[in-house]
């Protein structure tokens, strides 16, 4: 006879499909981050940031960067240009230039951001 | 006395800064598409579909591709999946694997499109 044996099926599902809201969160101490989808040329994920959180100045070496206004309003630092964004709003923030990014609303704010390329994958 | 002279200034402006609405036109014959920015990286721009246009089943060798749907309603097809996506849905075309998208609905579909990397730059 057979000895006992268990089996664990594991299914790993891939969907090329998704919505944004599926992907939102939010952190106590800092901003919330989530990723869609990512290969080795671009990661696209979302930044969700709680009224009054912030996403210090930082720059990507060799990585350019785009932040799409999702839900929120958020003030934009990209260089010297500062600026308000709300939804719909596009930011660039191209390899090596500083950029971060502050809730100063009372709701959250929701960024889909795009980083390519994303050799970290 | 010096001669007349007309002076030409042209003056380059670059903005990190934009928002989507301005980028957004209408084609007749097939889909509108626009460019907000675009390096060797990533190219980041908006394909619009009038009711009843169809960008056809494609695919970019090397190239990563993702749909926002901004505005509107489109019937994707990824690979052998074929969904329906409305505003806030997310698509993700790898490198290679055949996409397209129709619009059936009644109004403009307006996608955040976003290819990376972009050697045509």
Not at 7 to 22: G, N, P, V
Not at 23 to 35: I, L, M, N
Not at 43 to 63: I, R, V, Y
Request: charged residues 20%.
């Amino acid at each position: 006879m057979a000895p006992w044996r268990a089996t664990l099926a594991l299914e790993m599902t891939f969907s090329y499909f998704s919505h944004y809201s599926d992907h939102v969160g939010a952190s106590a101490d800092k901003p919330f981050k989530s990723t869609l989808w990512r290969s080795e040329r671009l990661m696209l994920g979302l930044n969700c940031l709680a009224p009054g959180q912030e996403q210090k100045l930082h720059d990507h070496a060799g990585q350019d960067k785009f932040y799409f206004v999702v839900e929120g309003t958020g003030e934009f630092v990209v260089g010297n240009d500062r600026r308000v964004a709300k939804v719909g709003g596009v930011v660039w923030a191209p390899a090596g230039v500083p950029h971060g990014v502050t809730n100063r609303g009372d709701e959250r704010l929701v960024l889909l951001v795009g980083i390519a390329p994303f050799p970290g994958h």
